[in-house]
T-cell receptor, first 111, second 115 residues
Framework: EDKVVQSPLSLVVHEGDTVTLNCSYE??????LLWYKQEKKAPTFLFML????IEKKSGRLSSILDKKELFSILNITATQTGDSAVYLC???????????FGKGTSLLVTP | GAVVSQHPSRVICKSGTSVKIECRSLDFQATTMFWYRQFPKKSLMLMATSNEGSKATYEQGVEKDKFLINHASLTLSTLTVTSAHPEDSSFYICSGLAGGYNEQFFGPGTRLTVL
């Protein structure tokens, strides 16, 4: 059975800190790994990773995938209070386009 | 980016009634739509995969007679929760898959509360 495990489950940091969120997975016929940010409503897309070792970057956020060790990390530098959210990792396999989500990491950035 | 809308955004109903939730892709044709459910402080769980013009594929443990899915056009899928009960109260989110892309575009979600 496919499995996506995120850690930590929750995290509290001060503004300006750098955080690293982890996502490990076990999936048959891996196709891609996606990161989403969820505040009060539906998830908003951050990154999609398909190849190992290639960092994707968007402002203060970056992510990388290791297909050999079956994990991905999401980094947020110089955190701001607006980064407070649940960050979801999801994996997609070749058996279809449905996403298998992890439980998420709840990040709280305090002023 | 592609936009998916859901209606209603919030609904409160009495136990035993049926509720229909609409999911529309506004600026693209969604050959496939997905329905997810999210309970408080939990992650999204896939309920079913819906392909235009064919029957939906339900995940294990999701009752197809209780959660009726219709995907009659490339821009509209509906989820009907029949004879809703308080344990069906949840956040229901749909997503659309644009043809040729490996990316899902999520709707804003519908919060269902069954009294």
């Amino acid at each position: 059975e496919d499995k996506v495990v995120q850690s930590p489950l929750s995290l509290v940091v001060h503004e300006g800190d750098t955080v690293t969120l982890n996502c490990s997975y076990e999936v048959t016929n891996f196709r891609s790994l996606l990161w989403y940010k969820q505040e009060k409503k539906a998830p908003t897309f951050l990154f999609m990773l398909t190849s190992s070792g290639i960092e994707k970057k968007s402002g203060r956020l970056s992510s990388i995938l290791d297909k050999k060790e079956l994990f991905s990390i999401l980094n947020i530098t110089a955190t701001q209070t607006g980064d407070s959210a649940v960050y979801l990792c999801a994996v997609n396999s070749n058996s279809g386009y449905a996403l298998n989500f992890g439980k998420g990491t709840s990040l709280l950035v305090t002023p | 980016g592609a936009v998916v809308s859901q209606h209603p955004s919030r609904v409160i109903c009495k136990s035993g009634t049926s509720v229909k939730i609409e999911c529309r892709s506004l600026d693209f044709q969604a050959t496939t739509m997905f329905w997810y459910r999210q309970f408080p402080k939990k992650s999204l769980m896939l309920m079913a995969t819906s392909n235009e013009g064919s029957k939906a594929t339900y995940e294990q443990g999701v009752e197809k007679d209780k959660f009726l899915i219709n995907h009659a056009s490339l821009t509209l899928s509906t989820l009907t929760v029949t004879s809703a009960h308080p344990e069906d109260s949840s956040f229901y989110i749909c997503s659309g898959l644009a043809g040729g892309y490996n990316e899902q575009f999520f709707g804003p979600g519908t919060r269902l509360t069954v009294l």
